[in-house]
């Protein structure tokens, strides 16, 4: 479109070359002053282009008082420039605008956010970062430790590879928990993000203590209902042969509760991080051959069974929590698979580190279920899980103990046809 | 000097060493609020761990105080300063001594839960100026807060606040001191335990003085002049005119 109406200017241009020359021309041809004629039509051409020209500089550099110019070409390229002009302006508006809502979003956000450059001064800041941090708007450009004075904080500012994020139960004379976190962005620069968890931080706190001392105080009156059910049973000539079935199922059941227990004990201990602070090499190998040994008593006759398991093969971990992985992955397998399956254990290590693998030929789970499987008391089939004997808590504790050795539960199912469980360590 | 930059020397040594020197002592200086903040904790719950810690603190902070004479030093035997940065120099050293001193005070704060945690029969909260200890500590602590601000930010506008603070402590002060010299008339099988709180009272009101001589210490590198032994009314005239 430009292009035709630039043409078109020239040709506006050309014709009225044509037409004053043709007026000059007879003027000339009347009076006979050919060469003054000439020249005079040039003198007269070249003023207007002039005229046209500082009509159009002025237009451009805003001068008061000047009109557009309004001859030929000149006046469309003004035409062109200032139609260029609105389209950038009202884009540079536009850009303007969104910057300007981005800011305003940032500045309203509850999280304190401070950008930061690569040796720590305050670029900019939002409002909640004025209030939790106390910083003015005239600190731009300060250090941030030197305002920040928690020695904790500056040892976590001063960390060069920032993976996991700070709690800090006391800042800035507030006993309330805070969680900081420091991302690099944008070329080398630094965005700090801190945010008040405290309530986050108690219910969760509130939550591991109430399950840890429940099931602590359920275990002794369970100890003693068992005991007392044990030794009903012992002696059958003496209760009828009508409670006899009863008793039974009142001392499975009683037996399973204290399961659940030791699960929800195990857990809260796993939590609670105690666990983790004896490291040792834990030999895998002798580990599954151990539990090897229980299965093959248990299940060899019902089942096809292989484990292939990879010799001398150590684990930096702790022992007894990674022992529970490992016999929580297997009996569930056997307890999803019918009868005359096949189930396969692996432990071998590649390039990647080392793996660990129980395959079944069960029941399979629908893809639905997998992201919540590893849930407290989660069940695929209710019914089912519990005349298996399950507590409800093996893969929430394959789930803990996993993510303790930095590894993580993977699953591949397919309904009718099997599973495979593995864990991959580095 | 209104606005501290350390790009103006010609010398980048001297930009640097300056730099790290302030740096050192608002380090320090964070150190010290920490180890206040464990021993007004510990104060408040009676809490003999956390008292322990202060106490264990105290040498990082003392060690602190090392390095930072060690730098001073390193700067004036090498590149000689003059002007603003000789008085950012003599300010380091007079606010390093003065922190030193205050995680002094605030051992004996801890040592005070300690002692009577081992000394079963004060009952500690129940005592006269144990409320006023608290208290003291605590204005002590914001103090010490507003001056570290006043030197990250190299401005004295907050003088002022601070001598206000400094008279309410000074009074609080002599009411507990009345009140535990009354009690040592009335019970003088306790004078153990009071002696304790009285040691303590004086640890606290002294925390607020030094905090007051940072203050000092940062008017003389702002302004250039030494307000130390101005008497009242030309201090409150200076700082007015600030």
Known sequence: MSRSSVSRAISRELIWVAISLGIFLFFAWLTGFWVLTLFAYIFFYLIRQIWSFYQFEACLREVPNVDSPQTGIWEELYSLVSHKQRALKKRADLQNNKSEQFHAASMALPIAIVSLTKNHKIEWFNNAAQTLLSIKPSDTGRKLETLVRQPEFIQYLKQKELEKPLFLEAFMGQTRTYRCEIFDYYHGHRLLMLEDVHELYNLAKIRKDFVANASHELRTPLTVVNGYLEMMIDVPDQIPIFWKKPLGQMHHQSLRMQAIIEDLLTLSKIESDTLVNAITVVKVDEVLKNIEVDIRYLYSEDYDIHFLIEEGLTLKGVEEPLKSVFTNLISNAFRYTPKGGKVSVRWYSDASGLHFEVEDTGIGISKEHLSRLTERFYRVDTARSRESGGTGLGLAIVKHVLEKHDSELKIQSQIGKGSIFSCDFL | ?242
Do not use: W
């Open chain 2, 1 to 242: 000097m209104q606005k501290k930059e350390f790009s103006s020397h010609i010398s980048n040594q001297l930009n640097r060493n300056l730099e790290e020197l302030f740096n050192h002592i608002l380090e320090m200086g964070g150190m010290v609020e920490n180890q206040l903040d464990m021993a007004l904790s510990a104060l408040e719950n009676a809490d003999v761990t956390v008292a322990k810690e202060v106490i264990r603190f105290d040498k990082i902070i003392n060690q602190a105080e090392m390095e930072i004479d060690r730098l001073c030093i390193r700067v004036l035997a090498r590149q000689q300063p003059t002007a603003s940065d000789l008085r950012l120099i003599l300010a380091t050293i007079r606010i390093a001594i003065d922190l030193e001193r205050m995680g002094d005070e605030v051992c004996k704060l801890a040592k005070l839960v300690i002692k009577f945690h081992k000394n079963e029969l004060c009952v500690c909260a129940n005592y006269a100026g144990y409320a006023e200890l608290v208290d003291i500590t605590t204005r002590s602590r914001e103090m010490l807060k507003i001056t570290l601000n006043a030197f990250a930010r190299v401005s004295a506008e907050d003088a002022m606040s601070i001598l206000d603070q400094e008279e309410v402590v000074d009074q609080v002060y002599a009411k507990a001191c009345k009140d535990v010299t009354e009690l040592f008339k009335k019970n003088p099988e306790n004078v153990e335990c009071l002696l304790e709180v009285m040691t303590a009272l004086r640890a606290s009101e002294r925390l607020s003085d030094h905090a007051l001589n940072i203050m000092e210490s940062i008017i003389y590198l702002v302004q250039g002049k030494d307000v130390r032994n101005m008497d009242q009314e030309r201090l409150t005239q200076f700082l007015e005119k600030l």
